[in-house]
């Protein structure tokens, strides 16, 4: 009876390792690179860091395009996501202005610590307040100023000239192609070491996803 709680007991703290294992490989994670080959739904392409990557991809896979904007592109009400380093003035310096599409509207809306493109970075997704565009305003060197509302509050966006500015279109299954740049926010590992994901964005006319 004591040998059988021990293998029981043994048994059961090997699943439990193996489960916890499983669950932390689970974890979604960002992948970004560029496209080498397309077969079917498998992705192969090679990461910024140089490690190959094979991505798997639903037949209704999400795909949105990455097209290459400026700060001119930033209109009043247009709804926009800026990654960037907040000021001591309180206004935030953007590293990145992701410009979406009008069917994009109200995605990830709000203000948040914890950006991966810059220590100590936020993320503001929000709309361009008609009229709210400040303009350059002397605290911010002179470059362009955006008020961005969401539903919580608002920020004032400054937009240096050396952000990286994009703008989001609705993408199709024809964008994925070789030599395409592509980034994806939440790509699953599987046991095999390829990996999954429901949602691509893919560069195109020299976009390129951050």
Do not use: C
């Not at 798997?56 to 990654?83: E, F, M, Q, R």
């Not at 699953?188 to 429901?198: I, L």
Request: net charge positive; proline share 6%; hydrophobic share 35%.
């Amino acid at each position: 009876m004591k040998t059988s709680r021990i293998l029981t007991a043994t048994a059961l703290v090997a699943a439990f390792a193996v489960s916890t294992a499983y669950a932390q490989q689970q974890q979604p994670q960002r992948l970004s690179g560029t496209i080498e080959k397309v077969e079917g739904n498998i992705v192969t392409g090679k990461a910024r860091d140089g490690a190959a990557i094979t991505l798997k991809l639903p037949d209704n896979v999400v795909v949105t395009a990455v097209l290459p904007a400026t700060v001119a592109d930033i209109k009043p009400g247009a709804y926009i996501g800026s990654g960037a380093t907040p000021q001591a003035d309180g206004s935030q310096k953007a590293v990145e202005v992701h410009i979406f599409a009008e069917s994009q509207r109200g995605q990830g809306d709000g203000h948040r610590p914890g950006w991966y493109g810059t220590p100590n970075g936020t993320m503001t997704n929000g709309a361009v307040e008609p009229g709210g565009t400040v303009g350059a305003a002397a605290t911010s060197g002179g470059d362009p100023v955006f008020v961005v509302k969401y539903k919580e509050g608002d920020k004032r966006i400054v937009v240096p000239s050396n952000a990286h500015i994009v703008r989001y279109e609705v993408g199709s299954k024809s964008d994925i192609k070789a030599g395409a740049p592509f980034a994806t926010q939440a790509a699953v590992k599987q046991t095999d070491g390829s990996f999954t994901a429901e949602r691509i964005n893919v560069g195109k006319n020299g976009g390129r996803p951050f």
